[in-house]
């Protein structure tokens, strides 16, 4: 008898564990945690052939119940995980969603446009979504190198960088609205390192010379940190 | 905001009209406007007549004295 209000017992703890995880949602990093659903089928499984097998022998202490114990708690931390990175997306999306809220104009370019300044950059251009990668290969390089300086925009397809020192059109440096016929926010960023930019908002034809708001500013960074970046940041008091 | 060019413009005969944007004192219908901290615009009465890439103080006084907008031409 008290073997089977065990097994009851066990049978009931294993039934709570699908219907809501245990343990807080918290926000990790995405990258952290990668569980695949069938290695928890897989100790589950376990559990329900180690549990039956516990009902046949009829024992209360055994090893195979200690098993059935580890496996539970296995499982246990691993559906806590799953939540984890449910959550983590959720974040993700909760993050993009405030970027996108706060850039609400998409503005023409506050100075005309002469000869070869409107020409999509194609080669050495680079877009990201929110919450998408980093760029790739960016040239790294201390801030206000002018020879390593980035220069970027935001529109509606996300982040775009590319070196100002690019050829294009007849001219020998890029301009903003060679990233974007409209944007809603622009500037200079160097890349620190491959995980470290700093950025202002030096851009005449869409950011401080264009009345970017500094809830577009602030969008902004939140849209490079959302790329996976640390952010350093200059000043910019609209 | 500001950079050592916009510094050295507000000390030699132009006023900061806006973020990135000065004016020339003595003729006011000049302009300068930078396009990013290195590239600089000039406008005669909302025309640009001339532009350059600029990464030396220097440079920046060479460009104002081709326009003959400064008191060292």
């Keep these: 008898m008290r073997s089977l209000i065990q097994i009851l017992f066990l049978f009931l703890a294993w039934c709570n564990l699908s219907a809501a995880p245990v343990l807080p949602n918290v926000a990790l990093p995405s990258y952290a945690i990668s569980i695949s659903n069938a290695e928890n089928l897989n100790q589950e499984s376990k559990i329900k052939t180690g549990v039956l097998n516990y009902a046949k022998s009829d024992i209360s202490k055994n090893s195979l119940s200690q098993k059935v114990v580890f496996g539970e708690s296995s499982v246990l931390e691993n559906r806590a995980r799953e939540a984890n990175v449910r959550v983590v997306q959720g974040a993700g999306s909760s993050l993009i969603a405030s970027i996108k809220s706060r850039l609400t104009l998409l503005k023409n370019p506050a100075r005309p446009i002469l000869s070869g300044e409107g020409i999509p950059l194609i080669n050495g251009k680079q877009t990201r979504v929110f919450g998408g990668s980093k760029f790739d290969n960016v040239v790294t390089g201390s801030y206000g190198d002018a020879s390593k300086k980035y220069i970027w925009t935001i529109d509606d397809n996300g982040v775009n960088v590319g070196l100002e020192q690019t050829p294009i059109g007849g001219n020998s440096v890029i301009k903003h609205t060679n990233l974007s016929s409209q944007a809603y926010s622009g500037g200079e960023v160097w890349f620190i390192t491959q995980n470290k930019v700093h950025v202002n908002a030096w851009s005449g034809r869409f950011g401080a010379g264009a009345n970017m708001t500094k809830a577009e500013w602030e969008a902004s960074i939140d849209a490079f940190k959302s790329n996976g970046y640390e952010v350093i940041v200059e000043p910019y008091n609209p | ?73």
């Design chain 2, 1 to 73: 905001m500001e950079n050592h060019f916009s510094k050295y413009l507000k000390q030699n005969g132009w006023r900061e009209l806006s973020m990135m944007t000065f004016q020339n004192i003595e003729s006011p219908c000049f302009e300068i406007f930078f396009d990013t901290s290195n590239q600089i615009e000039l406008y005669s009465n909302n025309e640009r007549v001339d532009e350059a890439y600029i990464i030396t103080e220097p440079e920046l006084i060479e460009f104002l004295i081709r326009n003959n907008l400064s008191d060292l031409a």
